[in-house]
């Protein structure tokens, strides 16, 4: 059992299974490096960034629970955690810290212990995070450190299906139930001339309705890649921790919260903003159901303005001066050339040009700043 995080309790509480696969034992640059018999298996290489992304998650997740101002709406009970590091980056994690690896039986054993843990109360929040490579034919493949041992099946006991795994999850108790698939869902012509194995984790029950609270995200649209920086987080790892964070945030009843609803509607806004310098390549997928509170903030969290003068030209030549209604927050930025980028905290803002050219009129305007907020400011042309 590769549990790291264990506060147990048998109430109502957040369960988290989190599997980050770098190192590809048999693959090419592995360290039992085998000869495939498949073409586009053999290409496939170690990745740097899944480690990183999985320990990334944790690490966040860790910080909920010692942070003073924002907390999980069902208490952290269990973190189980499997990595596989990459041989060009053996150590992704602290100085000396060791993983259980994340081969098909470790993986197999966790998702069984863990579902049986979020099984216990029907108000659980049952948290699953992958990141690796990942291949899609009818259903979408994510691989074990161990793929490629049987070069004439590599599929056998080195991958499972997701899909019907994820189906099959639905008939835990757990009325929340959160997977995040950070991994590619490319297709190639090998497989289409392949009958490959069906392995899912667990067997769906064709009878089982879907859970109450439901969010499902994959990194990548159907035969799409999911992208990342080397030995860094990769893009939607970084864009889950910002919405986590608050910037998929907002106010109901007096409260900043963070549910399921959130994250779906946000992700893509959260992915351009850390894809700002990277261009933007990558489509996220969802499927969601009846929203549900993860995340609760006692103070007002982070959020994301981005403000521009209408018309834009008067964004190159005005000032812009924000100034918070409750507090004392008030701050100037100087011109920008399309639009200000501003991080925040979320609340209500005036929002204030001033003009360095004869040609524009001065603007201003009341904006309420939460998530991921645009706002124009009306800066008409002096006649």
Not at 126 to 143: M, N, Q, T
Not at 309 to 338: H, M, Q, R, W, Y
Not at 357 to 368: K, Q
């Amino acid at each position: 059992m590769a549990l790291i995080f264990d506060q147990i309790n048998g109430g109502a509480q957040t369960h988290v299974l989190i599997i980050g696969v770098g190192g590809y034992r048999y693959l090419s640059g592995g360290i039992e490096e085998q000869v495939q018999n498949y073409e586009r298996v053999g290409i496939l290489k170690q990745l740097s960034s899944p480690p990183k992304s999985a320990l990334a998650f944790r690490d966040h997740l860790l910080e909920i629970e010692n942070d003073q101002q924002k907390g999980f709406v069902k208490s952290l009970g269990s973190i189980e955690l499997l990595i596989s590091p990459s041989p060009n980056d053996p150590n992704p994690g602290s100085d000396g810290e060791q993983f259980e690896p994340a081969n098909f039986a470790n993986v197999s054993q966790a998702y069984n212990d863990w579902k049986q843990r979020c099984d216990n109360h029907v108000d659980n929040v049952a948290i699953f995070f992958f990141s690796g490579h990942g291949v899609e034919k009818k259903d979408h493949y994510l691989l074990t450190e161990d793929f490629g041992a049987n070069p004439n099946n590599p599929w056998l006991m080195g991958s499972f299906t997701f899909n019907k795994t994820r189906s099959a999850f639905h008939s835990c108790q757990a009325s929340t139930q959160c997977f995040f698939i950070d991994s590619c869902r490319k297709i190639n012509a090998d497989m289409l001339q392949s009958d490959l194995p069906d392995i899912p984790l667990d067997v769906p029950s064709l009878t089982t309705p879907d859970c109450k609270h439901d969010l499902t995200m994959k990194a990548a649209a159907h035969n799409e890649a999911a992208y990342g920086p080397k030995k860094k987080p990769s893009f939607f790892t970084q864009s889950i921790i910002k919405a986590l964070q608050g910037y998929a945030a907002d106010k109901r009843g007096g409260q900043w919260a963070v549910n399921t609803g959130d994250i779906a509607t946000q992700i893509h806004k959260i992915l351009r903003m850390v894809k700002s310098t990277e261009g933007y390549k990558q489509r996220c997928v969802y499927s969601a159901s009846e929203p549900s509170g993860i995340i609760t903030f006692s103070k007002a969290p982070p959020a994301h303005l981005s403000v521009a003068c209408d018309p834009a030209e008067a964004t190159n030549v005005s000032k812009l001066k924000c100034k918070a209604l409750e507090g004392e927050t008030e701050f100037t930025e100087d011109p920008k050339p399309e639009s200000w980028e501003l991080d925040m905290i979320a609340g209500y803002y005036t929002l204030q040009t001033e003009s360095q050219s004869d040609e524009f009129n001065n603007g201003e305007t009341l904006a309420l700043v939460r998530a991921l907020t645009n706002e124009k400011i009306n800066c008409s042309r002096n006649e």
